[in-house]
T-cell receptor, first 112, second 113 residues
Framework: RKEVEQDPGPFNVPEGATVAFNCTYS??????FFWYRQDCRKEPKLLMS???SGNEDGRFTAQLNRASQYISLLIRDSKLSDSATYLC?????????????FGKGTTLSVSS | ETGVTQTPRHLVMGMTNKKSLKCEQH?????MYWYKQSAKKPLELMFV???????ENNSVPSRFSPECPNSSHLFLHLHTLQPEDSALYLC????????????FGQGTRLTVV
């Protein structure tokens, strides 16, 4: 099982649609979870952290299920500007310290 | 303005050249990372430094040599690279002990000719 696995893309949706991305991780010792957004030829930027209780930021909702080692991101009322690659990121602690492990990303394309 | 600065932004080098990529973070973090992102591929973790000590080296070829002189600076020394090493090289930093998110520099787009 890969360390961080994401839904294969691309997701092509019309404006106003609701879209959900899923992610699973293999290291049960993982402590921190994030969704990053990466625009074409740019660096990844933090979209939101993911908490056990779930968290919402405007149109974006992130959920974490530790028992299933599963993370999700829901985007409501999609905008053209939401078009990007969404990266699931897990911060795992081990004897060596910590490292951020990235999923391959899911590409979202929102059209008018 | 980003808290993580990388230079140069673009670099073209021949296979026999030696060059260095530089990363500087102004966020007071104690962990720094080098990632490689090739075209249409996911981010690959190359090196991790926690408290200036290298803690991870993901089987990166020896033609890539990292250096972390202090917690604010990170270098990636390059020598005798191959064309397949052409990629976007991203530096990131985080506060390791708190498991916080990482902040990325804008990257160096490297082309090996």
């Amino acid at each position: 099982r890969k360390e961080v696995e994401q839904d294969p893309g691309p997701f092509n949706v019309p404006e106003g649609a609701t879209v959900a991305f899923n992610c699973t991780y293999s290291n049960s010792a993982s402590q921190s979870f994030f969704w990053y957004r990466q625009d074409c030829r740019k660096e990844p930027k933090l979209l939101m952290s993911v908490y056990s209780s779930g968290n919402e930021d405007g149109r974006f909702t992130a959920q974490l299920n530790r028992a299933s080692q599963y993370i999700s991101l829901l985007i409501r009322d999609s905008k053209l500007s939401d078009s990007a690659t969404y990266l699931c990121v897990v911060n795992a602690f081990n004897q060596a310290g910590t490292a951020l492990i990235f999923g391959k990303g899911t590409t979202l394309s929102v059209s008018s | 303005e980003t808290g993580v600065t990388q230079t140069p932004r673009h670099l073209v080098m021949g296979m026999t050249n030696k060059k260095s990529l530089k990363c500087e973070q102004h966020l007071g973090h104690n962990a720094m990372y080098w990632y490689k992102q090739s075209a249409k591929k996911p981010l690959e973790l190359m090196f991790v430094y926690n408290f200036k000590e290298q803690t991870e080296n993901n089987s990166v070829p020896s033609r890539f040599s990292p250096e972390c002189p202090n917690s604010s600076h990170l270098f990636l020394h390059l020598h005798t690279l191959q064309p397949e090493d052409s990629a976007l090289y991203l530096c990131a930093s985080s506060q390791e002990r708190t498991g916080g998110e990482a902040f990325f520099g804008q990257g160096t787009r490297l082309t090996v000719v």
